[in-house]
């Protein structure tokens, strides 16, 4: 496996099936967590400038994507398909491979199929897949630790929105440093930078 860190220049975010009608289902996590985790997340790959990639499966049963989740993605069209494995709709593992990225982000509803099937999927394509838990969910506690323990077998990187988005930045000096910290819902973060410029008065 590639031990090579995540990067700007390497990474490209999937998400899968963020759609209304499999919100209601969610269990194993507070649904207002999960939108402000995957909300944040898309924002702060958006900032830093890492292809984001969506896909809804059957909106006439499940619905559109979230509206939070449209709006940050400004109206880029998310690809619809009916596979149960996003990676099977040949339209979606195109548009990743197209970005000549291999590492794979992804986030899914739910947990243990849109998310899991595609992360473990692309293992097979030659990328190295990373699962972000917290920006998914699943229908039962059971059924979301299988799919994470299903997933670290196959050789999924389990991760957090949060960390995933630090690791790419790298460099707090970065001129995205604040919009990253902003997006991830972070206020210590602008509190510090005003503290250092209150600071630096002396």
């Known amino acids: ?66 509206p939070e989740l449209a709006d940050v993605l400004r109206g880029a069209k998310a690809i619809e398909r009916t596979t149960v494995n996003a990676w099977d709709e040949k339209r979606v593992s195109d548009a990743v491979k197209a970005t000549g990225r291999k590492k794979l982000i992804v986030t899914g509803i739910s947990t243990d199929v849109c998310l899991a099937f595609p992360a473990i999927a692309a293992i097979a394509d030659g990328f190295e897949s990373y699962a972000v838990i917290d920006a998914s969910g699943g229908f039962t506690r059971t059924q979301v630790d299988m799919g994470i323990l299903r997933m670290q077998q196959a050789g999924v990187i389990p991760v957090g929105y949060s960390n995933v988005s630090v690791e790419i930045l790298a460099d707090n000096a970065a001129p995205e440093a604040t919009a990253v910290y902003s997006a991830l819902g972070m206020p210590f973060g602008s509190l510090v930078f005003g503290l250092k410029q209150y600071w630096g008065r002396g």
Do not use: C, F
């Open 1 to 66: 496996m590639n031990s090579s860190r995540l990067t700007r220049d390497n990474a490209v975010l999937l998400l899968v099936d963020h759609q209304v009608g499999l919100y209601t289902g969610i269990r194993d996590i507070d649904i207002l967590t999960l939108k402000h985790n995957i909300v944040g997340l898309t924002k702060a790959m958006l900032a830093l400038k890492v292809p984001v990639i969506a896909t809804t499966t059957s909106e006439n049963m499940w619905g559109p994507l979230i």
